[in-house]
């Protein structure tokens, strides 16, 4: 715990607060009465130690949500639920007691989050995670880290499992959190970054807010992320405004040409083929908004909310577990505003995919034709509810062109409580989407083929 809060601390200093030795020694005892595992109580435990004003309590606000999103993550992940106002997914079914030799196996057997998250942040200043100034070093401190934790001893012990019986529940399962664990590191590495390098130059910086995850980005980047969503926007506007005409060249018009050629006896100086018109596609947004993925809606919405000029049939839907249309909000208010209302009214309530579905049955499914193309925006995570799965078959039966787009990598499809291989068969194209740099590569695919 020291360790954790000592880097948390050296954050708080890199961002501005004039943070004291004594100040620290009160912070540090205040985290002993009440733990890491309460995080508001934490939260607010810290911030009457640490801060002093007014600003001082935002910027401190700011770097503890990001900071701290690891171990909130971690407990939904390895068995516990933390106390905090967010939705967080159904936790992973407990794993048999197997005789493991490796100690990183038997941590990630254990469920001790506590014990985890102190582990990382350990090993962390000994793989340079402090340290990182550019994103290209990002994945070789994940691979120090990872091995300072004991991934060595791990695989190898995996290995072992395996020839003993490929098959076996345990060894899927250990293999399953290995890889989650690795996700986290890479997000820890990430976080920190952020946290130690917000001085650097903007050029710089912009490129590599295009290439981290969404749900790594904390609110102090938030305005410039913003910026460079729109600048995205705007590019894909300028590149695919204009409807595009498609000219069949193998099919001649013969009246057009005859008629353009009257006035020449015949002799065809002017030849007339026959093209189509390909209209704006109708375009359908659906997002989860709760605790697990509104980080990544936000920036989605912002992403249609921009590009609204060149697609301008955009229908955005949001929901947790009640559905709502919100089309007339975003033309109504400026796109802070709007989320503002989306989160609040709809935002980090339990996921009930099946109720959201059944919601846009009524308000929308009649209005759904072959020239419609539907995105969905969620990690399918649906608290162990019926899915009405129905509904989305009859969605993709009616549209042929339904797009999902999951934050979560593919390895954690159908883990714990997602649902996403029973949607995935009634999907065109099914893709891991959380980085800018995927926002704009995938709907730019779809712009360059629809519009």
């Given at each position: 715990?020291?360790?954790?809060?000592?880097?948390?601390?050296?954050?708080?200093?890199?961002?501005?607060?004039?943070?004291?030795?004594?100040?620290?020694?009160?912070?540090?005892?205040?985290?002993?009465?009440?733990?890491?595992?309460?995080?508001?109580?934490?939260?607010?435990?810290?911030?009457?130690?640490?801060?002093?004003?007014?600003?001082?309590?935002?910027?401190?606000?700011?770097?503890?949500?990001?900071?701290?999103?690891?171990?909130?993550?971690?407990?939904?992940?390895y068995?516990?639920?933390?106390?905090?106002?967010?939705?967080?997914?159904?936790?992973?079914?407990?794993?048999?007691?197997?005789?493991?030799?490796?100690?990183?196996?038997?941590?990630l057997?254990?469920?001790?989050?506590?014990?985890?998250?102190?582990?990382?942040?350990?090993?962390?200043?000994?793989?340079?995670?402090?340290?990182?100034?550019?994103?290209?070093?990002?994945?070789m401190?994940?691979?120090?880290?990872?091995?300072?934790?004991?991934?060595?001893?791990?695989?190898?012990?995996?290995?072992?499992?395996?020839?003993?019986?490929?098959?076996?529940?345990?060894?899927?399962?250990?293999?399953?959190?290995?890889?989650?664990?690795?996700?986290?590191?890479r997000?820890?590495?990430?976080?920190?970054?952020?946290?130690?390098?917000?001085?650097?130059?903007?050029?710089?910086?912009?490129?590599?807010?295009?290439?981290?995850?969404?749900?790594?980005?904390?609110?102090?980047?938030?305005?410039l992320?913003?910026?460079?969503?729109?600048k995205?926007?705007?590019?894909?506007?300028?590149?695919?405004s204009?409807?595009?005409?498609?000219?069949?060249?193998?099919?001649?018009?013969?009246?057009?040409?005859?008629?353009?050629?009257?006035?020449?006896?015949?002799?065809?100086?002017?030849?007339?083929?026959k093209?189509?018109?390909?209209?704006?596609?109708?375009?359908?947004?659906i997002?989860?908004?709760?605790?697990?993925?509104?980080?990544?809606?936000?920036?989605?919405?912002?992403?249609?909310y921009?590009?609204?000029?060149?697609?301008?049939?955009?229908?955005?839907?949001?929901?947790?577990?009640?559905?709502?249309?919100?089309?007339?909000?975003?033309?109504?208010?400026?796109?802070?505003?709007?989320?503002?209302e989306?989160?609040?009214?709809?935002?980090?309530?339990?996921?009930?995919?099946?109720?959201?579905?059944?919601?846009f049955?009524?308000?929308a499914?009649g209005?759904?034709?072959?020239?419609?193309?539907?995105?969905?925006?969620?990690?399918?995570?649906?608290?162990?509810?019926?899915?009405?799965?129905?509904?989305?078959?009859?969605?993709?039966?009616?549209?042929?062109?339904?797009?999902?787009?999951?934050?979560?990598?593919?390895?954690?499809?159908?883990?714990?409580d997602?649902?996403?291989?029973?949607?995935?068969?009634?999907?065109?194209?099914?893709?891991?989407c959380?980085?800018?740099?995927?926002?704009?590569?995938?709907?730019?695919?779809?712009?360059?083929?629809?519009?």
């Amino acid at each position: 715990m020291q360790k954790v809060l000592g880097d948390f601390i050296h954050a708080l200093r890199q961002a501005g607060l004039p943070i004291s030795s004594a100040e620290t020694l009160d912070g540090l005892n205040a985290a002993q009465l009440v733990g890491i595992d309460n995080a508001p109580l934490l939260k607010q435990s810290l911030g009457t130690t640490l801060t002093k004003c007014l600003e001082h309590r935002l910027i401190f606000d700011q770097i503890f949500d990001q900071f701290f999103n690891s171990h909130n993550q971690f407990n939904a992940d390895y068995g516990h639920t933390p106390q905090t106002a967010e939705h967080t997914d159904i936790a992973l079914p407990p794993i048999p007691m197997l005789s493991l030799e490796s100690s990183l196996a038997q941590q990630l057997m254990s469920g001790d989050v506590s014990a985890m998250q102190v582990m990382i942040a350990s090993a962390a200043a000994a793989s340079g995670a402090q340290e990182v100034t550019f994103m290209t070093q990002v994945p070789m401190v994940t691979y120090r880290l990872m091995q300072a934790l004991g991934d060595g001893a791990l695989q190898q012990e995996l290995a072992e499992m395996a020839d003993r019986d490929e098959s076996s529940a345990e060894l899927q399962l250990l293999r399953q959190r290995r890889i989650r664990l690795q996700q986290h590191v890479r997000d820890y590495v990430e976080q920190q970054y952020l946290a130690f390098n917000q001085n650097e130059p903007s050029k710089r910086r912009e490129g590599n807010l295009q290439k981290i995850s969404l749900t790594s980005i904390d609110h102090r980047n938030y305005k410039l992320m913003g910026e460079l969503v729109r600048k995205a926007a705007k590019r894909l506007a300028s590149m695919h405004s204009r409807r595009r005409r498609i000219t069949k060249r193998g099919l001649l018009d013969v009246r057009r040409t005859i008629t353009a050629n009257a006035a020449y006896d015949g002799f065809l100086f002017h030849t007339k083929w026959k093209s189509t018109r390909v209209e704006r596609p109708k375009v359908m947004v659906i997002c989860d908004v709760s605790g697990s993925v509104s980080k990544v809606a936000r920036f989605l919405l912002l992403f249609l909310y921009s590009l609204q000029d060149v697609l301008p049939n955009v229908r955005s839907f949001v929901f947790s577990a009640n559905m709502g249309e919100v089309t007339r909000l975003f033309e109504q208010h400026d796109m802070d505003q709007a989320l503002a209302e989306v989160i609040h009214n709809w935002g980090n309530k339990p996921t009930h995919y099946g109720q959201a579905l059944g919601d846009f049955e009524e308000m929308a499914l009649g209005d759904i034709d072959n020239r419609t193309t539907v995105i969905m925006l969620g990690d399918a995570r649906n608290n162990n509810e019926d899915g009405n799965v129905a509904v989305w078959e009859e969605i993709y039966r009616r549209s042929q062109r339904v797009l999902w787009l999951n934050p979560e990598g593919q390895v954690n499809w159908d883990s714990g409580d997602s649902i996403m291989r029973k949607y995935a068969p009634f999907c065109s194209h099914v893709e891991t989407c959380n980085s800018l740099r995927d926002l704009n590569r995938i709907l730019g695919s779809v712009l360059k083929h629809e519009a």
